[in-house]
């Protein structure tokens, strides 16, 4: 039974309960006759099933599908749940619900057909695959419930599976026949599994504006590669190349040739299961547009709405810009209110090769927003969703702020889905509702593994992590929206424990609290000494813009130098050795108009930040700091990156002299990548050892192409200085950057050499610089 049948079902089921009802009520009463309404509200004294036809499911297994139970209610809306939940189980065929007065209350009776169980799974007309391979493809199990649902989804499973090998004609159907047993039914998949289709070459005919690799690269279908293996190249779906047919269309007409179009796609079979792809192109003529205009328009005028355009009179005509700017348009009737405001393109001739673009706008009436409305967050507290909302009842309907509402709420990171809409409202012809619908995710996670990087070699780490924490809620600890993350990393040159909670909306305001404990001993700074840093710290983070926020700090530490015995007692490491209380506050103003955090295609970010620590602070350590970084990044052709990154950064002394832990080092995988880490600055005679600078300036150049989907080839160049602005270091490389499918964690590879060393000993050749983390 389809859903559609399930809903017809259910109201023939809720009318003849009314019904049976009634009669009950009659025949069981000599009080006037009652309807299922005059039950509403009453308590529920008792709960049975009746069968009609033989009992293949247990009583107990179909009360776990149920809600009403003695002593609740009685509620109709709560027995139509129950009805449909019975349905979707597959277990009945058909549910009847009676009712009848008891007393003060009402006893209510649910009369199933028991639907037979799957006795054995079979399949027909399969050849490529054995019954045991479609068997367990289909992750249906003999025993299990014979539901729609069920069958809907095994059928699915089997076509991907078929498909995933190449068979892209495959169809599958079913049939349900008598178990030879005579206990349940048997389940037949019958298969006509089509031919092998791999795609061996991708080809068009009648393309002469462009080539075959350019209009190659506007299809999701790819040919079979070296790596299809990974990439699921030479695999498709037959529906998919009508959808890359019409890509490739529009990539025409997003050109100018407005009236490109295609017979269609052929397949021509070379053997072996392999075929060859044919997509004749009639480019037509290239068109340009003469004008752009507006229909008649009452909220904007069309002033207004020229200068956000993106297609404008003399340029080619363009499919792209031009869908574009009608979702400008609607954008800029959506923020007024206008919910339901549409806006049409009209093309029309204007002479030879030439097309006039008018943008026909039907502008509705204007709405107030009536309620908020939120469901399906079972574990997210209302709260921690409605702060995100900006649209607030009464306010002016704002279509744009829905959008907003939509990639707020995904970007929580809680939900495995998000809808965010509008309907009529209860309030009136006026308003319009918000409708909010999540899907609960998975936001806790435990991890556990070992890591490697060029800095501090193999590390074992430990990570406990929940983004949507409530520590105000005990022992479940979730739904308040707080970050909470405790990691340790153990390893042959570190030893790593923090804990970390972070209040988003502290207060109720947008102003982030956090928190931090943490021990950190390195080894990995330096042959000569270990570092040992142990303290607190607390910080806020208040949004100032769309794209900017100001960050502030307080952090109080015991550091730690020890120093190997070896060290000579000339050496200028000597003074460091000892125990340090670094109480110290920073400020930071960030702009970061990046597109992503992780590979980054388009965008900006600057860091201007402050770093004091003093005696009246408590500590003994005395120093301010000053930095300046700065990110800049392109999408270029091919879906190439570039990109430029750097630093300048000074430190100083307010008392004293500054010390190790807080001068400043280049090199390694995160500055200049052609020289050790931390291997560029000046140096301590007796020991060769690099002991810092009091300020750096560092530069990036990089320019990244995609090789496969998720692996992309870089090459770089690098300058920097420590101290001194003459005494330049440069470098040049080139690397790898992965994601792979089984980890989120992206990796990169880099080598680099230099190119010109003030200090030759920071020269030490070629260098290979492994990290699990990159962020361009």
């Known amino acids: 039974m389809d859903f559609s049948s399930f809903q017809q079902n259910r109201d023939k089921v809720r009318a003849t309960g009314r019904v049976l009802g009634l009669a009950a009520a009659v025949c069981f009463s000599t009080l006037a006759p009652v309807s299922a309404q005059d039950f509403e509200g009453q308590k529920v004294t008792g709960v049975d099933f009746r069968y009609e036809g033989p ?21 109709t809306d709560t027995i139509d749940s129950d009805i449909k939940a019975l349905y979707e189980s597959g277990f009945v065929n058909d549910v009847r619900v009676l009712a009848e007065p008891v007393g003060g209350g009402v006893r209510v009776v649910y009369s199933v057909s028991p639907r037979e169980g799957v006795a054995a799974i079979g399949f027909v007309g399969n050849s490529v695959f054995s019954d045991t391979k479609l068997a367990k493809a289909s992750k249906m199990t003999a025993g299990g419930a014979l539901s729609d649902q069920a069958i809907l989804d095994a059928r699915r499973n089997l076509e991907q599976y078929y498909m995933d090998a190449g068979y892209p004609d495959v169809t599958i ?15 037949i998949f019958v298969i006509d599994e089509g031919a092998k289709n791999e795609i061996r070459d991708i080809r068009f005919e009648g393309n002469g504006t462009f080539d075959d690799r350019t209009l190659r690269r506007q299809m999701n279908v790819k040919e079979k590669g070296l790596f299809s293996f990974f990439t699921k190249s030479g695999r498709f779906e037959v529906d998919q190349l009508d959808d890359d047919l019409e890509l490739v269309l529009d990539y025409y007409r997003s050109k100018g040739y407005l009236r490109a179009q295609s017979p269609g796609i052929r397949r021509e079979p070379v053997g072996d299961g392999r075929v060859d792809l044919v997509i004749p192109i009639q480019e037509g003529e290239k068109y340009t547009v003469k004008g752009v205009g507006f229909g008649k328009m009452t909220v904007f005028t069309e002033e207004e709405l020229y200068p956000v355009l993106s297609l404008n009179g003399g340029d080619a005509y363009n499919s792209k810009k031009m869908r574009a700017d009608m979702t400008t348009i609607r954008s800029y009737y959506g923020s007024r209110g206008y919910a339901d405001a549409t806006v049409t393109p009209d093309i029309r001739d204007a002479g030879p090769n030439q097309v006039n673009v008018i943008y026909r706008v039907t502008e509705g009436r204007r709405f107030r927003v009536g309620n908020v409305n939120i469901q399906g967050n079972t574990k997210t507290q209302d709260r921690v969703i409605r702060r995100e909302v900006p649209l607030k009842p009464d306010d002016y309907f704002n279509s744009v702020e829905l959008d907003t509402t939509k990639s707020r709420l995904e970007g929580l990171q809680y939900f495995s889905n998000v809808q965010v809409d509008s309907s009529p409202s209860a309030r009136g012809g006026g308003y ?4 909010i619908l999540v899907d609960e995710g998975k936001t806790g996670s435990v991890s556990a593994g070992i890591g490697f990087s060029s800095i501090d070699n193999v590390v074992g780490f430990v990570t406990l992590e929940q983004s949507n924490f409530d520590i105000r809620n005990p022992w479940r600890f979730t739904g308040g929206g707080q970050r909470f993350a405790m990691n340790m990393r153990i390893g042959s040159e570190r030893s790593d424990f923090s804990i970390s909670l972070v209040e988003p909306w502290f207060m109720g305001r947008e102003l982030a609290l956090g928190g931090e404990l943490f021990y950190r001993d390195s080894q990995y700074f330096s042959d000569f000494y270990e570092q040992t840093n142990v303290g607190a710290a607390v910080n806020i983070r208040k949004p100032l813009t769309e794209h900017t926020y100001f960050t502030a700090e307080y952090r109080l530490e015991q550091v730690e130098i020890d120093l190997e015995s070896t060290v000579p007692a000339t050496s200028l490491l000597v003074p460091e050795a000892g125990d340090y209380i670094r109480s110290a506050v920073s400020a930071h103003w960030v702009y970061d108009s990046r597109d992503a955090l992780i590979e980054t295609r388009a965008g900006s970010k600057v860091d201007v930040g402050l770093d004091y620590a003093g005696s009246f602070l408590g500590g003994d350590v005395d120093i301010v700091g000053l930095s300046v970084r700065g990110q800049k990044f392109w999408n270029l052709k091919w879906d190439s990156i570039l990109s430029v990154n750097g630093e300048l950064a000074a430190v100083d002394a307010t008392s004293g002299s500054v010390p190790i832990f807080d001068r400043m080092f280049l090199g390694g995988a995160r500055t200049l990548r052609g020289y050790d880490f931390r291997d560029v600055g000046p140096r301590d005679p007796a020991t060769n050892e690099v002991v810092g600078g009091t300020s750096l300036g560092y530069g990036q150049l990089e320019y990244s192409v995609p090789i496969i989907d998720n692996v992309r080839v870089a090459a770089f160049y690098d300058v920097g200085f420590v101290n001194s602005a003459s005494n330049l270091y440069h470098d040049v490389g080139f690397g790898v950057r992965l994601r792979l499918p089984v980890s989120p964690v992206p990796i990169a590879l880099d080598y680099a050499v230099p190119i010109e060393s003030p200090d030759a000993r920071a020269d030490q050749g070629g260098r290979f610089n492994f990290s699990l983390s990159y962020e361009y």
């Open 55 to 75: 009992r293949t499911v247990d009583e107990e297994r179909l009360r776990n599908f149920i809600q009403l139970a003695p002593g609740t209610d009685y509620s």
């Open 173 to 187: 159907s079913h049939r349900i026949q008598a178990s030879a047993s005579g206990n349940g039914a048997e389940l």
């Open 432 to 435: 319009r509702d918000v409708d």
